[in-house]
């Protein structure tokens, strides 16, 4: 016995489900405490300059860090403004009736402030990402000790742990968008993975390929997506995207 069939979501959302949390948490907490240690930096380094043996340079790299992790926070606040979901629009419009005319208009309003969020998202992230990476550069140039200064070995020490977490932030960094950009490369699902439910062993009870091999689900879901003269496979294409990015 089968389960009910599955129905594509109405209204867009992120995926990973909780990426809306994440952009909110990297504008709100991670980016703007960040960026006042990178200007409380500058400041120190500026009015200490003898105590350090590139001064100069680790200002420069600092203050560059500040302005990214500022600009993450901006970005984050503009995410904030277009992302809404069909639980927002219910609590305004508790008299909303499925399938009415201000259903449909307010999906298409929906769907477009998503596409702005997605933008604004994709720079919060970067800046924020960036502002990291040279946040931990600038550290890493204001450690080394100028010459003949005391306990330079722990120094160049803590110099050492610093570039460490540079090259590895850089390397995470260039994971992500490397697994990005692999993943619009590739098929978001694997033939050997049901192109609905995502699950490889079985199926999900609400999977409408409950029963079906991989295989032969795989068959069926090219037959129910084939162009047909009087529809659109566009919904499922979209459910299994959303899926796979999740």
Same mark, same amino acid.
């Given at each position: 016995?089968?389960?009910?069939?599955?129905?594509?979501?109405?209204?867009?959302?992120?995926? +990973? $489900?909780?990426?809306? %949390?994440?952009?909110?948490?990297? /504008?709100?907490? /991670?980016?703007? $405490?960040?960026?006042? *240690?990178?200007?409380a930096s500058v400041i120190v380094v500026t009015s200490e300059a003898g105590m350090f043996r590139w001064p100069g340079a680790a200002v420069l790299?600092?203050?560059?860090?500040?302005?990214?992790?500022?600009?993450?926070? #901006?970005?984050?606040? %503009?995410?904030?403004?277009?992302?809404?979901?069909g639980a927002d629009v219910r609590n305004w419009w508790p008299e909303l009736q499925d399938n009415s005319e201000l259903e449909t208009r307010l999906?298409?309003? #929906?769907?477009?402030? *998503?596409?702005?969020?997605? *933008?604004?998202?994709?720079?919060? *992230?970067?800046? %924020?990402?960036?502002?990291?990476?040279?946040? $931990?550069?600038? $550290?890493?140039?204001?450690?080394? =000790?100028?010459?003949?200064?005391?306990?330079?070995?722990?120094?160049?020490?803590?110099?050492?742990?610093?570039?460490? /977490?540079c090259a590895g932030e850089a390397f995470w960094t260039a994971a992500i968008w490397y697994r990005r950009q692999f993943r619009q490369a590739r =098929?978001?699902?694997?033939? /050997?993975?049901?192109?609905?439910? &995502?699950?490889?062993?079985? @199926?999900? @009870?609400?999977? =409408?390929?409950?029963?079906?091999?991989?295989? #032969?689900?795989?068959?069926?879901?090219? #037959?129910?997506?084939? +162009? &047909?003269?009087?529809?659109?496979?566009?919904?499922?294409?979209?459910?299994?995207?959303?899926?796979?990015?999740?």
């Amino acid at each position: 016995m089968t389960g009910p069939a599955f129905v594509p979501p109405k209204w867009r959302k992120p995926a +990973p $489900l909780g990426y809306g %949390n994440a952009i909110d948490s990297v /504008g709100a907490v /991670g980016s703007s $405490l960040l960026a006042g *240690f990178s200007l409380a930096s500058v400041i120190v380094v500026t009015s200490e300059a003898g105590m350090f043996r590139w001064p100069g340079a680790a200002v420069l790299v600092l203050t560059a860090a500040a302005v990214l992790l500022i600009a993450a926070v #901006q970005c984050t606040y %503009n995410t904030r403004e277009f992302l809404w979901s069909g639980a927002d629009v219910r609590n305004w419009w508790p008299e909303l009736q499925d399938n009415s005319e201000l259903e449909t208009r307010l999906r298409e309003e #929906q769907a477009e402030a *998503f596409g702005r969020w997605q *933008f604004w998202a994709r720079w919060a *992230f970067t800046a %924020n990402s960036a502002g990291v990476l040279i946040l $931990l550069a600038g $550290l890493a140039l204001a450690l080394p =000790p100028p010459p003949a200064a005391a306990q330079g070995g722990l120094r160049w020490a803590a110099f050492g742990v610093a570039a460490t /977490g540079c090259a590895g932030e850089a390397f995470w960094t260039a994971a992500i968008w490397y697994r990005r950009q692999f993943r619009q490369a590739r =098929p978001p699902v694997a033939e /050997g993975t049901c192109p609905v439910c &995502q699950l490889s062993l079985r @199926h999900d @009870h609400r999977c =409408p390929y409950e029963g079906l091999g991989m295989p #032969q689900a795989w068959a069926r879901y090219r #037959q129910d997506t084939a +162009p &047909q003269p009087d529809g659109d496979p566009e919904a499922v294409d979209e459910a299994r995207l959303d899926r796979s990015e999740s």
